[in-house]
């Protein structure tokens, strides 16, 4: 610094505090020591927010409060956040004064870390892709002002089949959606009743069965509004959507279209082959198709929580799930093994047949770490007896070391889903008063 007076005067946000050149030069600080390098004012508007030649005084927009903890830290070495003060917002001017994490108390640093941890939650990979994505929709909204109203027209259209939460026309098509959603389970569900079978199949006693050939008329009637419904609300999003790559390669649009295909198979092969109908749905492939219709539950997720919650958990705690997995296998690997051996191995004259194979003893291991037990296998040797329970121990404790990260992640998921509800709801109410 060759410029001003040997002392120098740091103003933080009001508060001042007058230092040697010397002292600048060797601060523990780097914003501050960065101004003993400067040779000109340029430079060291560069490094602080403002600067008067005459007296000297450097000044610093910054948190008054938090620069003390901060010369608290020069001083003693300990640096600790400000009561009263968000732990970012004190990071923040930590960093600004150059400063890390490293630098706090061990007990400071687990508060940031929860602290950052909630962050991430609240504003993850999705909400910052949703927030480029509206502002991405604001300036198609700009151009399309000056373009047409086409392309908006299908935008709104977009935000009402993929938002629920977006207008008060979404929520009354995703209601719909819902209901048409519990008809075809419910019908689904009905199909497999015995009744309905012999209703189905009788052709002697038709006039005892006249109400379940009504029943079966108006279930097929139902059914094929539903699949009308779900077909057509599929082609909709498809259309208005913007990458239709993207929405081909969606997990939720799979599922759709493989619980939409067997209804189509089904009327294709009578169309085809002229069978009856309910001979086609003999068919074991058929049936599978059938009852793949069950994962229109799935399709809830878009409008409940819970569900949401679920999915999101699932898909961040992958490696927990997939460590919970190992551990499992392994556990089940040794404990098969060696209940083979002393249920079946050691003694063949008193030899417990259930356990002849080591891939039979699995099973009786799942359920024996499990806690679940059916009783269809057990144990009739004293040293067979002591390994299940160290089996059935093993399993509590295997089984709990991984949930208690699955959990943690639950928590977040559901206020991080929950906060982007209020959002929304905020909004919509905002929608609906104006």
């Known amino acids: 610094m060759k410029f001003g007076k040997n002392i120098c005067i740091l103003n933080v946000g009001g508060t001042k505090y007058a230092f040697t050149r010397e002292v600048i030069k060797d601060f523990p600080l780097r914003r501050v020591s960065r101004l003993h390098n400067c040779a000109s004012e340029k430079e060291v508007l560069e490094v602080c927010d403002d600067y008067d030649r005459e007296r000297n005084e450097f000044f610093f927009d910054r948190h008054s409060e938090a620069f003390v903890f901060i010369m608290l830290y020069v001083r003693s070495g300990k640096l600790r956040f400000v009561p009263q003060m968000c732990e970012l917002s004190f990071y923040n001017e930590m960093i600004y004064w150059g400063l890390e994490s490293s630098h706090l108390e061990f007990c400071c640093q687990r508060r ?20 480029v994505e509206s502002r991405g929709e604001e300036d198609q909204d700009t151009r399309f002002a000056s373009g047409g109203g086409n392309a908006r027209w299908l935008e709104r259209m977009r935000r009402t089949f993929e938002e629920p939460a977006s207008s008060v026309a979404a929520q009354i098509l995703a209601s719909v959606s819902v209901i048409f959603v ?75 279209l493989l619980a939409i295909t067997p209804y189509y198979v089904s009327v294709a092969m009578t ?38 919650t679920l999915g999101l958990t699932l898909r961040r ?45 699995c099973w009786w291991v799942i359920i024996s770490m499990t806690t679940v037990g059916y009783g269809d296998m057990y144990p009739i040797t004293i040293p067979g007896r002591v390994l299940g329970g160290v089996c059935v121990v093993s399993g509590i404790v295997l089984l709990a070391l991984p949930i208690t990260f699955i959990y943690h992640s639950f928590v977040q998921c559901y206020h991080e889903l929950r906060f982007r509800s209020a959002r929304c709801m905020r909004s919509l109410s905002s929608e609906f008063l104006n």
Not at 115 to 129: A, G, L, P, V
């Open 317 to 361: 705690c992958y490696r927990e799930m997939v460590m919970l997995l190992v551990f499992v296998c392994v556990a089940m690997a040794i404990f098969s093994a060696l209940a083979q051996l002393l249920e079946h191995g050691l003694d063949l004259e008193t030899s417990n047949e259930d356990y002849a194979s080591i891939p039979a003893a």
């Open 182 to 256: 519990i008809m075809s389970m419910v019908i689904l569900c009905a199909s497999t009743l015995p009744d309905w079978d012999t209703a189905k199949n009788n052709t002697v006693e038709e006039h005892r069965y006249a109400w379940g050939k009504k029943l079966l008329d108006h279930a097929g009637i139902i059914e094929a509004v539903c699949i009308g419904w779900f077909t057509a609300e599929c082609i909709v999003r498809f259309i208005v959507s913007r990458d239709k790559c993207e929405f081909v390669r969606r997990p939720l649009n799979v599922i759709d």
């Open 112 to 131: 940031l870390e929860d602290r950052m941890s909630d962050t991430y939650t609240y504003f993850s990979e999705e909400d910052i892709k949703a927030e």
């Open 271 to 308: 169309a085809l082959t002229g069978e009856n109908p309910q001979l086609q749905r003999a068919g074991v492939t058929l049936r599978v198709l059938r009852m793949m219709r069950i994962f229109w539950l799935i399709k809830l997720a878009r409008h409940f929580l819970g569900l949401q």
